[in-house]
């Protein structure tokens, strides 16, 4: 009787399962590496084999997937002030910033105007 080399259903399909797995991993590693995300979340990978086997019962064909879950990044903040112009008392929103504006930071640059949101208001 002869010996078989028996290999995992992951080295099917001359390692393309296997390399479809390590694409994903890949995409996991860039995603925890990501600063913009929570480095202790969990992700995961999923690999789906679909076998549909043929009427007569002498081949199975295998469908295979591999999918990651990967984390979004972090939200990105910021504070709206909301004010008047000072010389149309017309109502405008603007974001804050660390520091009054015009004012010397201790490294020696300025702070700069704040951005003001423009939006059409509501009749």
């Given at each position: 009787?002869?010996?078989?080399?028996?290999?995992s259903?992951?080295?099917?399909?001359?390692?393309?399962?296997?390399e479809r797995?390590?694409?994903?991993?890949?995409?996991?590693?860039?995603?925890?590496?990501?600063?913009?995300t929570?480095?202790?979340?969990?992700?995961k990978?999923?690999?789906?084999?679909?076998?549909?086997?043929?009427?007569d019962?002498?081949?199975?064909t295998?469908?295979?997937?591999?999918k990651?879950?990967?984390?979004p990044?972090?939200?990105?903040?910021?504070?709206?002030?909301?004010?008047?112009?000072?010389?149309?008392?017309?109502?405008v929103?603007a974001?804050?910033?660390?520091?009054?504006?015009?004012?010397?930071?201790?490294?020696?640059?300025?702070?700069?105007?704040?951005?003001?949101?423009?939006?059409?208001?509501q009749?």
């Amino acid at each position: 009787m002869e010996q078989f080399d028996k290999k995992s259903i992951l080295e099917m399909s001359m390692g393309a399962i296997l390399e479809r797995v390590d694409y994903e991993m890949g995409r996991v590693l860039e995603n925890v590496l990501d600063p913009n995300t929570k480095a202790t979340a969990k992700r995961k990978i999923t690999v789906g084999l679909e076998l549909v086997p043929s009427a007569d019962r002498k081949t199975i064909t295998v469908l295979t997937t591999a999918k990651a879950a990967l984390v979004p990044t972090d939200p990105v903040t910021t504070s709206l002030f909301i004010t008047s112009a000072p010389n149309t008392g017309e109502m405008v929103v603007a974001e804050m910033v660390p520091q009054v504006p015009g004012q010397i930071f201790m490294d020696g640059d300025e702070q700069g105007q704040p951005k003001i949101l423009k939006f059409a208001r509501q009749a």
